[in-house]
């Protein structure tokens, strides 16, 4: 199956993998300057602690040695500015993107082209059919993103209880199917 490159280069900013050996502290202090922007939105944040972010990338280095799962930290003017990652789907030809900025990233592109980035990873692996991105109806900020990048609203899914404190308790789901090879077979990268 592969797995997508440590390190891809965005242009002004970058992505590149999580590492337990490494990252423990960089991304505590990147959560705590972010709790009140993420926490109404993502139900880990109430457990954040130094003990959940080694756990956190302890399994994230499990899963990049599995292919289960492929966790990046974007980096932009020298400092580490959000998350971003790609997870199977429950079906085994699908892949799940996820992400995250902290506030002082948002509002400039980088999660849209950090999730086209991951898009394009996705799809240079064998067997991937599919990316899928969700997020709770009422996080309009994460919704612009597959917005952006052409993905497709497949399905409404409700949520009892909501997971996180500003979820309505509906996941909306997109996706985007790998594209077409041009006439001759040959493969071209996504957006650029």
């Not at 505590?28 to 922007?37: A, D, K, T, V």
């Not at 500003?166 to 650029?192: C, E, F, K, M, Q």
């Amino acid at each position: 199956m592969g797995r997508p490159r440590t390190f891809i280069d965005c242009g002004d900013f970058f992505l590149r993998r999580w590492r337990a050996d490494r990252d423990a502290e960089p991304l505590f202090r990147l959560i705590e300057e972010s709790l009140g922007h993420l926490g109404p939105w993502m139900p880990w944040v109430s457990r954040h602690s130094r003990e959940t972010t080694r756990a956190f990338l302890a399994g994230a280095d499990r899963k990049w040695r599995s292919g289960d799962g492929f966790a990046f930290a974007i980096g932009m003017g020298g400092r580490l500015v959000g998350s971003c990652a790609l997870y199977r789907a429950a079906e085994p030809r699908g892949r799940v993107l996820g992400y995250w900025l902290h506030p002082a990233a948002t509002g400039r592109g980088v999660a849209t082209r950090a999730a086209a980035a991951l898009a394009s990873e996705a799809f240079a692996l064998s067997g991937v059919a599919y990316v899928e991105i969700v997020h709770d109806v009422a996080n309009t900020a994460s919704g612009a993103v597959p917005r952006r990048l052409g993905f497709a609203e497949v399905r409404r899914v409700p949520v009892t209880p909501p997971a996180a404190p500003s979820d309505r308790g509906i996941d909306v789901v997109w996706r985007l199917a790998r594209p077409a090879p041009p006439r001759g077979g040959a493969d071209i990268p996504l957006w650029g």
